[in-house]
């Protein structure tokens, strides 16, 4: 995939509001799916299959309760509301590093 349709892809997905749900989506697949490849190239084929047979349906029924809690309440905001919201401030102080406080 490019970078333009890189771009492209994500512009249309920002637009929707969906950009977190297909991003967090990829990121459990990718969680899932990678180590189990990384097992099987090094001839763990127990446990590559433990991986993608224990593991990725928990991620999938995480990734579901994700849609479900967060998904709703950022796709009903306006951005009117947000638009309108307050800006936050963060004190100064946090930035400094414990020992200079």
């Not at 991003?23 to 127990?46: K, Q, T």
């Not at 709703?72 to 100064?92: C, I, S, Y």
């Amino acid at each position: 995939m490019g970078f333009e349709s890189m771009l492209r892809c994500l512009r249309s997905l920002m637009i929707c509001d969906t950009f977190f749900q297909s991003s967090f989506f990829h990121s459990c697949l990718f969680s899932a799916l990678f180590p189990g490849c990384i097992f099987l190239a090094n001839a763990a084929y127990v446990q590559a299959t433990l991986m993608w047979f224990i593991l990725t349906p928990f991620l999938f029924k995480f990734n579901r309760y994700c849609h479900q809690r967060f998904g709703k309440a950022v796709q009903r905001m306006p951005l009117e509301t947000a638009a309108d919201a307050p800006l936050a401030t963060v004190d100064p102080v946090v930035y400094l590093p414990p020992a200079l406080r």
